[in-house]
């Protein structure tokens, strides 16, 4: 399986900050990556597809980067409602299509 | 508008079957496939296996493979998860989502989850 590496696993961020999520995939998946946010309780959301491609709805303050094996997920300008948990996903190897592990965003 | 809805939560005790569902609407059931996800409690997603509705193509992920069932009824427009018999561990949350291909694609719409508890 290809393991996907995210990190950090949890940060601390205010209102209006730039933060970057990081994703490692074990072997070249081109740039089938994929990033969703989760919000407790509730399903996961699409939010960038193919690396760097945004989903449709999904606020420009958002974006992907990468290729191969390394992959980034930035949010410029941070939101009330953007604190929640984000997850990669490769969709290169299937089966299984793997997650990362998620990164807990909170509240500074 | 999209939807997959999911069937609702579950109690069970270790040992017994169960099957949860998903149904699709708004759109064509039969040109995408549908995933399963599992989310254990505090924990993160998992990838369980996914299944093209038109001719039942099914791919598990190894983890899962044997564990579980994957089927779907186009008639009723559903896909099924199932498990003839509950361990402790399968305790967990179960999404459904949809995706335009089994590979090089992403899960563009997701089922609200089914919480299976399983407990003595």
């Known amino acids: 399986d290809i393991e996907m590496t995210q990190s950090p696993s949890s940060l601390s961020a205010s209102v209006g900050d730039i933060i970057t999520i990081t994703c490692r995939s074990s072997?070249?998946?081109?740039?089938?990556v994929n990033w969703y946010q989760q919000k407790p309780g509730k399903a996961p959301k699409l939010l960038v597809h193919?690396?760097?491609s945004l989903q449709s709805g999904v606020p420009s303050r958002f974006s992907g980067s990468g290729s191969g094996t390394d992959f980034s997920l930035t949010i410029t300008g941070l939101q009330p409602e953007d604190f929640a948990t984000y997850y990669c996903?490769?969709?290169?190897?299937?089966?299984?299509?793997?997650f990362g592990g998620g990164t807990r965003v909170e509240i500074k | 508008e999209v939807q997959l809805v999911q069937s609702g939560a579950e109690v069970k005790k270790p040992g017994e079957s169960l099957k949860i569902s998903c149904e699709g609407s708004?759109?064509?059931?039969?040109?995408?496939?549908i995933a399963w996800v599992r989310q254990m409690p505090g924990k993160g997603l998992e990838w369980m296996g996914i299944i093209y509705p038109r001719d039942s193509d099914t791919r598990y992920s190894p983890s899962f493979q044997g564990q579980v069932t994957i089927s779907a009824d186009t008639s009723l427009r559903s896909a099924y998860l199932e498990w003839s018999s509950l361990n402790f561990s399968d305790t967990a949350t179960y999404f459904c989502a949809r995706s335009k291909a089994a590979g090089g694609n992403y899960l563009d719409s997701w089922g609200q989850g089914t919480l299976v508890a399983v407990s003595s």
């Open positions: 193919t690396a760097s």
């Open positions: 708004g759109y064509s059931f039969t040109t995408y496939w």
């Open positions: 996903q490769q969709s290169y190897s299937n089966p299984p299509l793997t």
């Open positions: 072997r070249n998946v081109h740039n089938y």
